[in-house]
C-alpha cells in the first residue's frame, strides 16, 4: 500500500464511523458494507500506525500497572520475591534496574509476559 494521506485516512475515518452501524456480527463476510469496513479500518489502522505509534510502557510504568491489577502493595511483592521494599520502589523509580532472576521472578508473579519486561 502506498502511502495514506492525510486526507485520505479523515475519508476513512469518517466511512468507518458510517459504516459501523450498518454492519454488525451477522453481516456476512462478503457484504458490500462489511468489505468496505475492513478496507476503510485497514487504512485508518495503516495511518495511526505511522502517525500515532502508542508508547511502550516502561519497566515502572508495567510493574505499577501490574500491581494495581492484582491489587498487591510494593511490601507484598518484596516478600513474595524475596528481596526488600526498597528495591521494588528503585525498580518503580526507576533508579536500577532488575537483574535477570529478578526480572524473571516480577514477571511470573505478576503475569508481565517476559517480552513486555525486556521492552519488546
Known amino acids: 500500500m502506498s502511502k495514506i494521506t492525510k486526507e485520505q485516512y479523515e475519508f476513512a475515518l469518517a466511512r468507518v464511523e458510517e459504516l459501523l452501524p450498518l454492519v454488525d456480527d451477522n453481516t456476512p463476510a462478503n457484504d458490500k458494507s462489511a468489505v468496505e469496513l475492513t478496507v476503510m479500518s485497514d487504512i485508518v489502522i495503516a495511518y495511526e500506525k505511522e502517525h ?36 521494588i520502589n528503585d525498580y518503580i523509580s526507576g533508579r536500577s534496574e532488575p537483574t535477570l532472576k529478578i526480572a524473571r521472578l516480577l514477571c511470573k508473579v505478576l503475569n508481565i509476559p517476559p517480552a513486555s519486561m525486556l521492552g519488546f
Request: without cysteine; negative net charge.
Open 52 to 87: 500515532f505509534p502508542i508508547e511502550k510502557p516502561t519497566l515502572s510504568e508495567l510493574i505499577e500497572l501490574s500491581l494495581e491489577e492484582k491489587g498487591m502493595t510494593q511490601r507484598q511483592l518484596a516478600v513474595e520475591i524475596g528481596i526488600s521494599p526498597s528495591r
